[in-house]
């Protein structure tokens, strides 16, 4: 009986001769051939007035906390139910996080509890769309407009998604995408800063640039490039963009194969899960969601720690997901206490993600399916 793994990495197109042209161009630092392209096409079909190929989506989120000058004292609204990336990038300026509860349905931030938690040192909203599935942006964004605060989209799963028909990322003054090995669209490592307010450009380039004006120099704008202000090395290897370029070419196919395999656990799962108190994901009408990852909500804590073990004991990697942040160590230390976000609490312990990856065979989806009907409850 062969293994399922939780996740595997495929090459879709021209990976290889991508790479291998990065060093036929002789350019395999940043800002290469192969990251302009990237740029280009990102902010070409999602509408973006600027793209910035980053090491990481935690390094995207890092360059937006600097970006928004965020200062010791002041205060982050996050979900608690998220990667620790999306408030650590926050507390690393010194920021305090204010942990949001998330809606039961989506799993995304409860955008009406918003309101009641923004205070004067409210400097930054980060909503996160879960399996990239949209929040509700309008309600968000009319909050944030009417309190003037900036918005980061932490879109690390969702490139691609919808919400109301605009793309995700699209909408808050950042958002931020991850290319981790396990995201739709990969460079093993990588992510990318979306900027769409244009007053943010210039600065997010010196910043990626180790708090130099080099971009402007390589542009011949300048005859010499120098440290104007605070940054890092946030800009990834063109060896890394070649082998996104590949994949991102190959769109509507990794899209194409994702949606199968979602729509395959869905089409045989929601009759078992109905009859077995689990639930699968729900996707609004007005959301078009990217495949991303498809989970089952199990009764309790103790059946879904007891499914995760007989898949495994039959050789079928199911793995669990966020633990809630509010109670982790440094949660706790920021004063978060049990009981402060009961969905994100119940939910975290009862979620199991299955195995999902492009080119999952419909014979392996099977077993997997097989497995779950004659698990009994
Ligand atoms: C919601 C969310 N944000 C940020 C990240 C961090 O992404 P990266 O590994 O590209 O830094 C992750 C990782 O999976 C994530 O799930």
Redesign the pocket.
Known sequence: MSEIPFNRPGIIGNEYEYIKQTITHMHISGDGVYSKKVHAMLEEMLGVKKVLLTT????A?EMSAILLDIQPGDEVIIPSF??V??VNAFVLRGARPVFIDIRPDTLNMDESQLENIIKPKTKVIVP?H?AGIGCEMDVIMGIAEKFNIPVVE?N??GLFGKFKGKYLGTFGNFA?Q???E??NFTSG???ALLINDPEYIERAEIIREKGTNRSRFFRGQIDKYTWVDIGSSYLPSDILAAFLYAQLENRELIQSKRKRVWNFYASRLKDWAEDNDFRIPFVPSHCEQPYHMFYLLSPSLEIRQSLIEYLMSNRVHAVFHYLPLHISDMGKGFGGKKGDCPVTEDISDRLVRLPFYNDISEEDQSRVIELIHSFSV
Do not use: I, N, P, Q
């Open positions: 990481s989506c935690t390094h989120l998220t990667f990336s999306s996160v879960y932490d690390a799963h931020t991850s290319f981790h396990t995201k490592e990588g992510g």
